[in-house]
T-cell receptor, first 112, second 112 residues
Framework: DTAVSQTPKYLVTQMGNDKSIKCEQN?????MYWYKQDSKKFLKIMFS???????INETVPNRFSPKSPDKAHLNLHINSLELGDSAVYFC???????????FGPGTRLTVL | QKEVEQNSGPLSVPEGAIASLNCTYS??????FFWYRQYSGKSPELIMS????GDKEDGRFTAQLNKASQYVSLLIRDSQPSDSATYLC????????????FGAGTRLTVKP
């Protein structure tokens, strides 16, 4: 059984479009995250949610918005996509506090 | 100083040798340290976690932590070609909601 799943795996779209990436975890974890990994492979945290409360928001453009309908889901919405948004986006989950994070398979976003 | 620093590599070792991966961190209050492995095109997966000063061994992997020097390392004994991957060091930031920060990763190549 997949622990952390993301859809879609690949996403190709035009500049200016709005898109969403979905994430679900079946581990019963309290905290979920979104990371962006750029072409240099640097993994940068974007958001984390703990029991529906946003507890981290790095200097991410407000075009990006996380939405959590329940504890098992954290979706990422991106408005007005730009070329620089092209990257691999990883969802992850963990127990509350500094513990092991389990990553989803990633979504490769390409903005043309 | 970056929050978590690693040599980007590439680090190349022959099969059967010991690979040594290093990581330094800036938050002196950090308590939790993790090593993740990421194969090309895949998501990061946990190799080891370490919380106390000293060595922690798991099979061919040994994590070493020195909080006074703010230094954590990963040794891979009897390196195999299948160990070729990028290794990510992750540290919790006590002064930022216990947020986890990842280093840029060290790319390891084990040559047969």
């Amino acid at each position: 059984d997949t622990a952390v799943s993301q859809t879609p795996k690949y996403l190709v779209t035009q500049m200016g479009n709005d898109k969403s990436i979905k994430c679900e975890q079946n581990l019963g974890h309290d905290t979920m995250y979104w990371y962006k990994q750029d072409s240099k492979k640097f993994l940068k945290i974007m958001f984390s949610y703990n029991n529906k409360e946003l507890i981290i928001n790095e200097t991410v453009p407000n075009r990006f918005s996380p939405k959590s309908p329940d504890k098992a889901h954290l979706n990422l919405h991106i408005n007005s996509l730009e070329l620089g948004d092209s990257a691999v986006y990883f969802c992850a989950s963990s127990q509350e506090g500094p513990s092991t994070q389990y990553f989803g398979p990633g979504t490769r976003l390409t903005v043309l | 100083q970056k929050e978590v620093e690693q040599n980007s590599g590439p680090l190349s070792v022959p099969e059967g040798a010991i690979a040594s991966l290093n990581c330094t961190y800036s938050d002196r209050g950090s308590q939790s340290f993790f090593w993740y492995r990421q194969y090309s095109g895949k998501s990061p997966e946990l190799i080891m976690s370490i919380y106390s000063n000293g060595d922690k061994e798991d099979g061919r992997f040994t994590a070493q932590l020195n909080k006074a020097s703010q230094y954590v390392s990963l040794l891979i004994r009897d390196s195999q070609p299948s160990d070729s991957a990028t290794y990510l060091c992750a540290v919790n930031l006590v002064h930022n909601n216990n947020d986890m920060r990842f280093g840029a990763g060290t790319r390891l190549t084990v040559k047969p």
